[in-house]
Protein backbone atom coordinates (compact mmCIF):
# COMPACT_ATOMS: atom_id res chain seq x y z
CA UNK A 1 0.00 0.00 0.00
CA UNK A 2 1.30 3.41 -1.08
CA UNK A 3 1.51 6.04 1.42
CA UNK A 4 -0.01 9.72 0.90
CA UNK A 5 1.38 12.75 3.14
CA UNK A 6 -2.07 12.08 5.24
CA UNK A 7 -1.29 8.50 6.05
CA UNK A 8 1.97 9.21 6.22
CA UNK A 9 1.35 11.17 9.41
CA UNK A 10 -0.66 8.59 10.91
CA UNK A 11 2.03 5.74 10.42
CA UNK A 12 5.09 7.81 11.94
CA UNK A 13 2.58 8.91 15.07
CA UNK A 14 1.34 4.87 15.69
CA UNK A 15 5.33 4.21 14.76
CA UNK A 16 6.87 6.62 17.24
CA UNK A 17 9.37 7.74 15.06
CA UNK A 18 10.16 11.09 13.93
CA UNK A 19 12.13 12.85 10.70
CA UNK A 20 10.81 9.23 9.20
CA UNK A 21 8.93 9.34 5.78
CA UNK A 22 6.78 6.48 5.39
CA UNK A 23 6.26 5.19 1.75
CA UNK A 24 4.34 1.79 1.86
CA UNK A 25 2.83 -0.59 4.75
CA UNK A 26 2.05 -3.68 3.52
CA UNK A 27 1.64 -7.30 5.36
CA UNK A 28 4.02 -10.22 4.74
CA UNK A 29 4.03 -13.81 5.31
CA UNK A 30 6.81 -14.42 7.61
CA UNK A 31 8.94 -17.10 5.89
CA UNK A 32 10.05 -19.30 8.83
CA UNK A 33 13.54 -17.39 9.43
CA UNK A 34 15.03 -14.97 11.88
CA UNK A 35 13.28 -16.67 14.66
CA UNK A 36 10.15 -15.20 13.01
CA UNK A 37 6.95 -18.82 12.67
CA UNK A 38 6.57 -19.58 9.30
CA UNK A 39 3.48 -18.41 7.66
CA UNK A 40 3.32 -15.88 11.11
CA UNK A 41 2.13 -12.44 9.49
CA UNK A 42 4.51 -9.73 10.27
CA UNK A 43 3.75 -5.59 9.44
CA UNK A 44 6.68 -4.09 7.23
CA UNK A 45 6.67 -1.21 6.77
CA UNK A 46 8.87 1.06 4.03
CA UNK A 47 10.63 4.20 5.48
CA UNK A 48 12.78 6.59 4.58
CA UNK A 49 14.81 9.59 6.89
CA UNK A 50 13.68 13.24 6.07
CA UNK A 51 15.79 15.06 3.90
CA UNK A 52 16.82 16.85 6.93
CA UNK A 53 17.85 13.83 9.06
CA UNK A 54 19.37 12.14 5.78
CA UNK A 55 22.79 11.25 4.98
CA UNK A 56 24.26 12.20 8.25
CA UNK A 57 26.86 10.71 10.51
CA UNK A 58 26.42 8.26 12.91
CA UNK A 59 28.77 9.44 15.07
CA UNK A 60 28.86 12.87 14.87
CA UNK A 61 25.50 14.17 12.76
CA UNK A 62 27.68 16.02 10.25
CA UNK A 63 25.45 16.12 6.65
CA UNK A 64 28.13 13.97 4.51
CA UNK A 65 28.60 13.30 0.99
CA UNK A 66 27.46 10.15 0.04
CA UNK A 67 29.53 6.79 -0.75
CA UNK A 68 27.43 3.98 -1.81
CA UNK A 69 24.37 1.78 -1.25
CA UNK A 70 25.91 -0.20 1.57
CA UNK A 71 24.69 -3.44 1.97
CA UNK A 72 21.13 -2.75 0.07
CA UNK A 73 17.83 -2.53 2.34
CA UNK A 74 17.84 -3.14 6.00
CA UNK A 75 14.96 -3.84 8.34
CA UNK A 76 14.75 -3.02 12.03
CA UNK A 77 12.37 -4.81 14.33
CA UNK A 78 9.65 -2.12 16.10
CA UNK A 79 7.18 -2.29 18.39
CA UNK A 80 4.82 -4.71 17.70
CA UNK A 81 1.14 -3.11 16.66
CA UNK A 82 -1.76 -5.12 18.15
CA UNK A 83 -0.29 -8.53 18.12
CA UNK A 84 1.73 -8.08 14.99
CA UNK A 85 5.43 -7.80 14.67
CA UNK A 86 6.44 -4.57 13.02
CA UNK A 87 9.26 -4.20 10.32
CA UNK A 88 10.78 -0.74 9.58
CA UNK A 89 12.26 -1.61 5.97
CA UNK A 90 14.86 1.24 4.13
CA UNK A 91 17.87 1.77 2.30
CA UNK A 92 21.18 1.95 4.30
CA UNK A 93 23.56 3.78 2.24
CA UNK A 94 27.27 4.58 3.34
CA UNK A 95 28.48 8.54 3.79
CA UNK A 96 32.37 9.77 4.19
CA UNK A 97 32.11 11.34 6.87
CA UNK A 98 35.52 13.95 7.27
CA UNK A 99 36.34 12.79 10.83
CA UNK A 100 34.71 9.13 11.26
CA UNK A 101 35.18 7.81 7.48
CA UNK A 102 33.10 5.68 5.52
CA UNK A 103 30.32 4.60 7.89
CA UNK A 104 26.29 3.37 7.81
CA UNK A 105 24.24 7.03 7.40
CA UNK A 106 22.66 7.43 10.67
CA UNK A 107 18.50 6.62 10.57
CA UNK A 108 16.41 8.63 12.76
CA UNK A 109 14.23 5.95 14.29
CA UNK A 110 16.86 3.38 15.13
CA UNK A 111 20.51 3.75 17.07
CA UNK A 112 23.63 3.19 15.00
CA UNK A 113 24.32 -0.61 14.01
CA UNK A 114 21.03 -1.77 16.03
CA UNK A 115 18.99 -3.68 14.41
CA UNK A 116 15.97 -2.37 16.66
CA UNK A 117 13.83 0.71 16.57
CA UNK A 118 14.79 3.24 19.44
CA UNK A 119 10.88 2.98 20.61
CA UNK A 120 11.77 -0.76 20.74
CA UNK A 121 14.75 -0.78 22.44
CA UNK A 122 13.68 2.04 25.25
CA UNK A 123 10.58 -0.57 25.92
CA UNK A 124 12.98 -3.13 26.49
CA UNK A 125 15.62 -1.58 28.65
CA UNK A 126 12.74 -0.16 30.99
CA UNK A 127 11.25 -3.68 31.17
CA UNK A 128 14.77 -4.81 31.92
CA UNK A 129 14.98 -2.52 34.86
CA UNK A 130 11.07 -3.41 36.32
CA UNK A 131 10.23 -6.83 35.55
CA UNK A 132 11.85 -10.48 35.49
CA UNK A 133 14.29 -11.63 32.79
CA UNK A 134 11.74 -14.25 31.38
CA UNK A 135 9.01 -11.43 31.21
CA UNK A 136 11.42 -9.43 28.66
CA UNK A 137 12.46 -12.21 26.71
CA UNK A 138 8.95 -13.72 25.95
CA UNK A 139 6.47 -10.61 25.76
CA UNK A 140 9.24 -8.86 23.36
CA UNK A 141 9.75 -11.68 21.66
CA UNK A 142 13.48 -11.47 22.24
CA UNK A 143 16.72 -13.43 23.40
CA UNK A 144 18.34 -12.07 26.35
CA UNK A 145 21.92 -11.75 24.25
CA UNK A 146 19.62 -8.86 22.12
CA UNK A 147 18.62 -7.05 25.24
CA UNK A 148 21.87 -6.63 26.61
CA UNK A 149 23.34 -5.53 23.58
CA UNK A 150 20.02 -2.86 24.10
CA UNK A 151 20.61 -2.02 27.31
CA UNK A 152 24.29 -1.28 26.36
CA UNK A 153 22.95 1.30 23.71
CA UNK A 154 20.50 2.98 25.78
CA UNK A 155 22.09 3.15 28.49
CA UNK A 156 25.39 4.76 26.62
CA UNK A 157 23.66 7.02 24.79
CA UNK A 158 21.38 8.20 28.03
CA UNK A 159 24.88 8.39 30.00
CA UNK A 160 26.44 10.53 27.76
CA UNK A 161 26.90 14.25 28.79
CA UNK A 162 25.52 13.35 32.32
CA UNK A 163 27.97 13.78 35.27
CA UNK A 164 27.41 11.63 38.10
CA UNK A 165 29.79 12.51 39.86
CA UNK A 166 28.54 15.51 40.94
CA UNK A 167 27.80 16.58 44.13
CA UNK A 168 29.26 13.36 45.98
CA UNK A 169 29.71 13.64 49.95
CA UNK A 170 29.90 9.97 51.06
CA UNK A 171 30.29 7.15 48.65
CA UNK A 172 30.98 3.37 49.31
CA UNK A 173 33.56 1.47 47.29
CA UNK A 174 32.93 -2.18 46.88
CA UNK A 175 34.19 -5.18 44.77
CA UNK A 176 31.78 -7.44 43.54
CA UNK A 177 32.56 -10.86 42.26
CA UNK A 178 31.21 -12.21 39.06
CA UNK A 179 31.64 -15.71 37.09
CA UNK A 180 31.67 -17.42 40.40
CA UNK A 181 34.10 -15.82 42.03
CA UNK A 182 36.83 -15.55 38.91
CA UNK A 183 36.23 -12.01 37.94
CA UNK A 184 35.68 -9.00 39.93
CA UNK A 185 34.06 -5.44 39.34
CA UNK A 186 34.75 -1.98 41.35
CA UNK A 187 31.60 -0.43 41.90
CA UNK A 188 31.05 2.90 43.79
CA UNK A 189 27.92 4.17 45.21
CA UNK A 190 26.43 7.38 46.86
CA UNK A 191 25.20 7.10 49.76
CA UNK A 192 22.98 9.30 49.84
CA UNK A 193 21.15 8.57 47.23
CA UNK A 194 21.80 4.75 46.95
CA UNK A 195 23.08 5.20 43.54
CA UNK A 196 25.46 3.94 41.58
CA UNK A 197 27.69 6.99 40.69
CA UNK A 198 30.96 4.62 38.40
CA UNK A 199 31.75 1.22 37.96
CA UNK A 200 34.83 -0.71 36.37
CA UNK A 201 36.12 -4.14 35.31
CA UNK A 202 39.02 -5.60 38.16
CA UNK A 203 39.37 -4.49 41.49
CA UNK A 204 42.96 -3.43 42.04
CA UNK A 205 44.13 -0.15 43.24
CA UNK A 206 44.85 0.85 39.89
CA UNK A 207 41.21 0.85 39.40
CA UNK A 208 40.26 2.46 42.46
CA UNK A 209 42.77 4.92 41.53
CA UNK A 210 40.93 5.57 38.08
CA UNK A 211 38.30 6.42 40.59
CA UNK A 212 39.78 9.48 42.08
CA UNK A 213 41.21 10.35 38.63
CA UNK A 214 37.59 10.74 37.06
CA UNK A 215 36.19 12.55 40.22
CA UNK A 216 39.17 15.07 39.87
CA UNK A 217 40.97 16.83 42.72
CA UNK A 218 38.03 19.38 43.98
CA UNK A 219 34.94 17.26 43.87
CA UNK A 220 37.58 14.08 45.63
CA UNK A 221 38.47 16.97 48.59
CA UNK A 222 34.70 17.66 49.14
CA UNK A 223 34.00 13.84 50.15
CA UNK A 224 33.54 13.63 53.88
CA UNK A 225 33.11 9.60 54.25
CA UNK A 226 34.24 6.49 52.13
CA UNK A 227 32.83 3.00 52.79
CA UNK A 228 34.03 0.08 52.03
CA UNK A 229 34.73 -3.47 52.98
CA UNK A 230 38.11 -4.69 54.98
CA UNK A 231 40.40 -4.86 52.65
CA UNK A 232 43.26 -2.51 53.08
CA UNK A 233 44.85 -2.04 50.00
CA UNK A 234 41.82 0.13 49.49
CA UNK A 235 41.66 1.81 52.01
CA UNK A 236 45.47 2.43 51.39
CA UNK A 237 44.31 4.24 48.20
CA UNK A 238 41.46 6.41 49.80
CA UNK A 239 44.29 7.58 52.14
CA UNK A 240 46.30 8.46 49.42
CA UNK A 241 43.94 10.62 47.43
CA UNK A 242 41.18 11.11 50.16
CA UNK A 243 43.20 12.08 53.19
CA UNK A 244 40.26 14.29 54.80
CA UNK A 245 37.60 11.40 54.02
CA UNK A 246 36.52 9.48 56.99
CA UNK A 247 36.91 6.05 56.84
CA UNK A 248 34.47 3.62 57.63
CA UNK A 249 33.36 -0.30 57.15
CA UNK A 250 29.89 -0.90 54.95
CA UNK A 251 27.38 -2.65 57.79
CA UNK A 252 26.44 -5.35 55.07
CA UNK A 253 30.01 -6.60 55.39
CA UNK A 254 30.31 -6.76 58.93
CA UNK A 255 26.91 -8.16 59.40
CA UNK A 256 28.44 -10.99 56.53
CA UNK A 257 31.15 -11.55 58.80
CA UNK A 258 28.80 -12.37 61.63
CA UNK A 259 26.54 -14.53 59.50
CA UNK A 260 29.69 -16.69 57.78
CA UNK A 261 30.27 -17.31 62.05
CA UNK A 262 26.81 -18.44 62.38
CA UNK A 263 27.12 -21.05 59.52
CA UNK A 264 30.48 -22.05 61.00
CA UNK A 265 29.05 -22.94 65.07
CA UNK A 266 26.08 -24.59 63.05
CA UNK A 267 28.11 -27.00 60.91
CA UNK A 268 30.58 -27.58 63.91
CA UNK A 269 27.26 -28.32 66.19
CA UNK A 270 25.49 -30.94 63.12
CA UNK A 271 29.74 -32.68 62.96
CA UNK A 272 29.53 -32.96 66.74
CA UNK A 273 26.32 -34.55 67.18
CA UNK A 274 26.90 -37.02 64.39
CA UNK A 275 29.81 -38.22 65.88
CA UNK A 276 28.38 -38.66 69.18
CA UNK A 277 25.59 -40.67 67.45
CA UNK A 278 22.64 -38.15 67.44
CA UNK A 279 22.08 -38.35 64.21
CA UNK A 280 18.45 -36.94 64.94
CA UNK A 281 18.90 -33.96 66.54
CA UNK A 282 21.74 -33.21 63.98
CA UNK A 283 19.58 -33.61 60.97
CA UNK A 284 17.40 -30.81 63.14
CA UNK A 285 20.18 -28.49 63.57
CA UNK A 286 21.48 -29.00 59.53
CA UNK A 287 17.95 -28.14 59.05
CA UNK A 288 18.11 -24.53 60.75
CA UNK A 289 20.54 -23.14 58.11
CA UNK A 290 18.44 -20.81 56.37
CA UNK A 291 16.65 -20.15 59.43
CA UNK A 292 19.53 -18.69 60.86
CA UNK A 293 21.44 -17.13 58.29
CA UNK A 294 18.10 -14.81 57.53
CA UNK A 295 17.15 -11.52 58.52
CA UNK A 296 14.31 -12.34 61.52
CA UNK A 297 11.82 -10.03 59.24
CA UNK A 298 11.86 -12.53 56.30
CA UNK A 299 11.89 -15.49 58.24
CA UNK A 300 8.51 -17.51 57.18
CA UNK A 301 6.49 -18.32 59.65
CA UNK A 302 7.83 -22.26 60.07
CA UNK A 303 11.88 -20.76 60.30
CA UNK A 304 10.27 -18.98 63.50
CA UNK A 305 9.38 -22.15 64.62
CA UNK A 306 12.65 -23.05 64.05
CA UNK A 307 14.62 -20.34 65.74
CA UNK A 308 12.70 -20.75 68.93
CA UNK A 309 13.01 -24.62 68.93
CA UNK A 310 17.18 -23.83 68.91
CA UNK A 311 16.29 -21.54 71.82
CA UNK A 312 15.73 -24.66 74.08
CA UNK A 313 17.54 -27.48 72.00
CA UNK A 314 20.74 -25.52 71.39
CA UNK A 315 21.89 -22.83 73.19
CA UNK A 316 25.26 -22.14 71.67
CA UNK A 317 24.06 -21.96 68.01
CA UNK A 318 21.57 -19.77 69.48
CA UNK A 319 23.11 -17.08 71.36
CA UNK A 320 25.73 -16.69 68.05
CA UNK A 321 22.45 -16.27 66.22
CA UNK A 322 21.61 -13.43 68.72
CA UNK A 323 24.69 -11.76 68.55
CA UNK A 324 24.30 -11.84 65.04
CA UNK A 325 21.26 -10.06 65.49
CA UNK A 326 22.67 -8.03 68.17
CA UNK A 327 25.15 -6.90 65.79
CA UNK A 328 22.75 -6.07 63.28
CA UNK A 329 20.90 -3.94 65.50
CA UNK A 330 23.61 -2.28 66.34
CA UNK A 331 23.60 -0.50 62.84
CA UNK A 332 19.96 0.48 62.50
CA UNK A 333 21.00 3.19 65.44
CA UNK A 334 20.50 6.41 64.61
CA UNK A 335 22.91 9.00 64.14
CA UNK A 336 22.82 11.69 66.93
CA UNK A 337 25.31 12.27 69.74
CA UNK A 338 23.08 10.38 72.83
CA UNK A 339 22.38 7.43 70.45
CA UNK A 340 25.88 7.31 69.17
CA UNK A 341 27.71 6.05 72.77
CA UNK A 342 24.65 3.80 72.99
CA UNK A 343 25.59 2.28 69.84
CA UNK A 344 29.68 2.00 70.86
CA UNK A 345 28.83 0.54 74.26
CA UNK A 346 26.73 -2.07 72.86
CA UNK A 347 29.02 -3.25 70.61
CA UNK A 348 31.61 -2.90 73.36
CA UNK A 349 29.61 -5.12 75.20
CA UNK A 350 28.78 -7.87 71.94
CA UNK A 351 32.67 -8.11 71.58
CA UNK A 352 32.48 -9.42 75.76
CA UNK A 353 29.88 -11.57 75.32
CA UNK A 354 31.82 -13.47 72.12
CA UNK A 355 34.91 -13.42 74.23
CA UNK A 356 32.91 -14.89 77.42
CA UNK A 357 31.07 -17.10 74.80
CA UNK A 358 33.42 -20.42 75.03
CA UNK A 359 32.74 -20.60 71.38
CA UNK A 360 35.45 -21.18 68.89
CA UNK A 361 33.95 -19.13 66.03
CA UNK A 362 32.90 -16.22 68.31
CA UNK A 363 35.90 -15.40 69.82
CA UNK A 364 37.44 -15.67 66.02
CA UNK A 365 34.91 -13.22 65.52
CA UNK A 366 35.06 -10.78 68.15
CA UNK A 367 39.25 -10.90 66.96
CA UNK A 368 37.78 -9.72 63.12
CA UNK A 369 35.90 -6.65 65.10
CA UNK A 370 38.63 -5.81 67.26
CA UNK A 371 40.87 -5.63 64.18
CA UNK A 372 38.56 -3.09 62.41
CA UNK A 373 37.45 -1.48 65.44
CA UNK A 374 38.48 1.90 64.87
CA UNK A 375 36.73 1.84 61.25
CA UNK A 376 33.54 0.06 62.54
CA UNK A 377 33.23 3.07 65.27
CA UNK A 378 33.38 5.44 62.38
CA UNK A 379 30.97 3.43 60.81
CA UNK A 380 28.39 3.75 64.10
CA UNK A 381 29.85 7.56 64.66
CA UNK A 382 28.47 9.15 61.55
CA UNK A 383 25.56 6.97 61.03
CA UNK A 384 25.46 5.42 57.68
CA UNK A 385 23.22 3.90 57.21
CA UNK A 386 22.89 0.54 55.82
CA UNK A 387 19.50 -0.13 54.16
CA UNK A 388 20.10 1.76 50.72
CA UNK A 389 23.78 0.43 50.70
CA UNK A 390 22.79 -2.55 51.80
CA UNK A 391 19.67 -3.01 49.08
CA UNK A 392 22.13 -1.43 46.43
CA UNK A 393 24.12 -4.46 46.88
CA UNK A 394 21.45 -6.87 47.11
CA UNK A 395 20.42 -6.07 44.06
CA UNK A 396 23.85 -5.81 42.29
CA UNK A 397 24.31 -9.56 43.66
CA UNK A 398 20.87 -10.18 41.94
CA UNK A 399 21.84 -8.78 38.70
CA UNK A 400 25.08 -10.96 38.55
CA UNK A 401 23.25 -14.30 39.14
CA UNK A 402 20.49 -13.59 36.55
CA UNK A 403 23.12 -12.41 34.10
CA UNK A 404 25.76 -15.27 34.79
CA UNK A 405 27.51 -16.85 31.97
CA UNK A 406 27.93 -15.33 28.56
CA UNK A 407 28.49 -11.31 29.61
CA UNK A 408 30.86 -9.50 28.97
CA UNK A 409 31.73 -6.89 31.92
CA UNK A 410 30.76 -4.21 29.87
CA UNK A 411 27.36 -5.07 29.57
CA UNK A 412 27.19 -6.17 33.34
CA UNK A 413 28.00 -2.47 34.09
CA UNK A 414 25.57 -1.59 31.91
CA UNK A 415 22.98 -3.82 33.48
CA UNK A 416 23.50 -2.22 36.95
CA UNK A 417 23.81 1.30 35.39
CA UNK A 418 20.58 1.13 34.02
CA UNK A 419 18.39 -0.28 37.05
CA UNK A 420 20.74 1.27 39.80
CA UNK A 421 22.51 4.43 38.27
CA UNK A 422 19.50 6.24 37.05
CA UNK A 423 19.79 6.25 33.52
CA UNK A 424 16.56 3.92 32.81
CA UNK A 425 14.74 5.35 29.94
CA UNK A 426 10.65 6.22 30.26
CA UNK A 427 8.77 4.49 28.53
CA UNK A 428 8.58 5.32 24.78
CA UNK A 429 5.81 8.26 24.22
CA UNK A 430 6.31 8.98 27.11
CA UNK A 431 8.08 11.25 29.77
ZN1 LIG B 1 31.33 11.80 11.79
Known sequence: MECDVRMSRVWTALLGVERTVIESVEIERATGTGGVGGGESVLVVGVRASRRAAGRCPHCARRCRGYDGGDGVRRWRGL????????????????????????????????????FTRAFEEQVAWLTAHTAKTTVEVLMRTSWRAVTGIVTRVVA?????????????????????????????????????????????KRDQATVRAFFDALGPDRTAALTHVSCDGAAWIHDVITERAPQAVICLDPFHVVAWATTAVDAVRRRTVRDLRGSGESDDAA??????????????????????????????????????IAKEQLREIFTIKNDPERKDHARALFTGLLSWCDRSRTPEMIKLSATLKRYRALITNTLDH?????????????????????YGFHTPAALIALIDLTRGGLCPPLPGRS
Open 80 to 115: DLGSTRVYLQAKAPRVRCGEHGVVVAAVPWARHSSR
Open 157 to 201: ERGKGLDRLAGLLRVGIDEKSYRRGHKYLTVVVDHDTGRVVWAAD
Open 383 to 403: GLSNALAEATNTHINALIRRS
Open 284 to 321: EVKGTRWAVLKNPENLTSDQKTTIAGLAKANTQLYKAY
